[in-house]
């Protein structure tokens, strides 16, 4: 079945530290996949997807399929990047439904 | 334009009663979703609608869940009889169409607490 995991649920880092937020999926085929943010009190919302190989409010990400992982990364944390992130997974066949991680929460201190 | 709406914000209810979630999604959007956003356990994927077909029903836990979407706008989510293991965050996401390239967008969601 398909599957993502975040194993972290929390992580803390200093203002201007690296940040990466890890995320593992299971899937034998061709994934597509997604980084969803939510800012406190806001709607959850897409950060980037792998296939559009953007980087989006200096983060970026990239599809390892050897390792299965689609790591987010941000060489200087702000501290506005405090948020809870989502990993997602979008699979053919699965129409257009998305599987998500559990989440990471990323607190930025000054 | 307007996003993806959804009502109430916030319910209490007490067990074994239903309730009725509504989501009003970005309009011209065909496709539509619910998802539940429980506590430390991320997002799950409960219903999709597209257009006209058949909906995809595969992620509702049980049969005291129901949704439909009348004239391929509105969607209801109904939770018969609920249970205290219910309460969670209940999010609707809309996009334009089911390709691979299509944004889903979110509500902000119903927060359901079950007593």
């Known amino acids: 079945a398909q599957r993502v995991t975040q194993p972290e649920k929390l992580l803390s880092v200093f203002k201007g530290a690296p940040v990466e937020l890890k995320c593992n999926y299971s899937?034998?085929?061709?994934?597509?996949l997604f980084w969803y943010v939510q800012y406190s009190r806001q709607r959850l919302q897409l950060l980037l997807r792998?296939?559009s190989r953007e980087s989006i409010k200096g983060f970026t990400a990239d599809l390892n399929k050897g390792e299965t992982s689609f790591h987010l990364k941000k060489p200087f944390a702000q501290e506005e990047d405090s948020a809870m992130y989502y990993c997602?997974?979008?699979?053919?066949?699965?129409?257009?439904?998305?599987?998500f991680g559990a989440g990471t929460r990323l607190a930025v201190h000054p | 334009g307007a996003g993806v709406s959804q009502s109430p914000s916030n319910k209490v209810t007490e067990k074994g009663k239903d309730v009725e979630l509504r989501c009003d999604p970005i309009?011209?959007?065909?496709?539509l979703y619910w998802y539940r956003q429980s506590l430390g356990q991320g997002l799950e994927f409960l219903i999709y609608?597209?257009?006209?077909?058949?909906?995809?029903k595969s992620g509702l836990p049980s049969d005291r869940f129901s949704a439909e979407r009348t004239g391929g706008s509105v969607s209801t989510l109904t939770i018969q009889r609920t249970q205290q293991e219910d309460s969670a965050v209940y999010l609707c996401?809309?996009?334009?169409?089911?390709?691979?390239?299509?944004?889903?967008?979110f509500g902000p969601g119903t927060r359901l607490l079950v007593l």
């Open positions: 997602a997974l979008r699979f053919s066949g699965g129409y257009n439904k998305l599987i």
């Open positions: 309009s011209g959007h065909t496709a």
């Open positions: 996401a809309s996009s334009r169409g089911p390709g691979q390239q299509e944004t889903q967008y």
């Open positions: 899937y034998s085929g061709s994934p597509e």
């Open positions: 792998h296939i």
């Open positions: 609608f597209q257009g006209n077909s058949a909906p995809d």
